[in-house]
């Protein structure tokens, strides 16, 4: 990921509204939500939920697939997954115990364990 991409999705993300859709749609997982759910867990106005949808999508941060006569939105994880890569390339300076936090982080929500739980 380069500078530009990474600013983009960084200023995606910098909004409370978009940081908390982002946050859902995390939660949710691969699967996704329907763009309905969202508005009504976090309760936002359609018009309001769909202009920041477009953004996070303009981001890259958020793929959008039709099902039926549903939108569902889920977050595009390989491109969050860059985002923290970018942030954290030359982290510690030869200190990986001021990164050990964030590895157990990653860990403890993506092992494999707590995704079939």
Do not use: W
């Not at 508005?39 to 920041?52: F, G, M």
């Not at 939108?71 to 982290?91: H, K, N």
């Amino acid at each position: 990921m380069d500078s530009a991409h990474a600013l983009s999705g960084l200023s995606a993300l910098a909004h409370d509204g978009r940081l908390a859709i982002f946050r859902l749609l995390m939660k949710a997982g691969p699967d996704g939500m329907a763009a309905g759910s969202i508005a009504r867990k976090l309760d936002t106005a359609p018009n309001t939920l769909s202009a920041q949808l477009l953004i996070l999508s303009n981001a890259g941060l958020v793929r959008a697939r039709r099902e039926g006569r549903s939108i569902i939105y889920a977050v595009d994880f390989e491109a969050m997954s860059g985002l923290l890569l970018f942030l954290t390339r030359d982290c510690c300076g030869g200190r990986p115990e001021i990164c050990a936090p964030l590895a157990q982080t990653v860990n403890a929500c993506c092992s494999p364990r707590k995704r079939r739980a």
